[in-house]
């Protein structure tokens, strides 16, 4: 189940397929103007799901490049007072895109300490953007393929079903409505993830 949220040019969505109702996503870019493809980061850039979706709805890449007008243009203050009213848990930033420079995520971090101080929220996502400084981040972010660095928590690979995946991984099963039941990226701890193509 999802919801559409709007209010003047903010434009954001309760839960997916995957996510529950309960977690708010927000990207700060499209599939289509992903930074990690750009600069070459991605390394999943040919299954990306992202993209796809944007390949099959013509309306989605539109929606992502509104919102990343948005992103450049907002304070931190200026994106949780968009979020006043809304009932939600969890933040998951960047179903599709990336955090595409040392600014944003520096913002990301300004708006998830305000999210955890003012409303319990965490705030978590993924990012192949791995040559930027995320030491003291609040939103928990692991790394897309490559290896967890000081304030990360963790590190993320794709692979086949069924795969051997590295002892201490934990598996994702990457089956529809996922993270509904389980919270295993939202936590603080350090835990790798193989998540299997689906
Ligand atoms: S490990 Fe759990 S929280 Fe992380 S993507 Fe898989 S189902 Fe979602």
């Known amino acids: 189940m999802s919801f559409y949220i709007k209010e003047g040019r903010f434009e954001a969505k309760l839960g997916n397929l995957d996510l529950p109702i309960t977690t ?6 499209s599939a289509n103007g992903c930074t990690g493809k750009l600069i070459g980061k991605c390394k999943v850039w040919d299954i990306c799901y ?15 490049e509104r919102q990343r007008a948005f992103w450049k243009k907002c304070t931190p ?3 949780v007072n968009k979020l006043a009213h809304i009932p939600f848990k969890t933040f998951r930033f960047g179903e599709a895109g990336e955090i595409d420079s040392q600014e944003s995520l520096d913002k990301l971090n300004d708006i998830a300490k305000i999210l955890w101080d003012k409303r319990r929220v ?18 928990r972010i692991k790394l897309s393929g490559y290896p967890a660095k000081e304030g990360t928590t963790g590190s993320t690979m794709v692979v086949e079903k069924g795969a051997e995946i590295p002892e201490g991984w934990h598996r994702c099963n990457g089956k529809a409505g996922k993270c ?19």
């Open 24 to 29: 708010l996503i927000y990207n700060f870019e």
């Open 50 to 64: 992202a993209q796809k979706a944007e390949t099959t709805w013509p309306t989605v890449t539109p929606y992502r």
């Open 180 to 198: 509904t039941r389980c919270n295993i990226c939202t936590l603080p701890n350090i835990i790798n993830v193989a998540m299997e193509k689906h």
């Open 122 to 139: 965490v705030t978590y996502g993924y990012s192949c953007m791995e040559h930027l400084d995320f030491r003291g981040s609040i939103a």
């Open 77 to 79: 203050r200026g994106f």
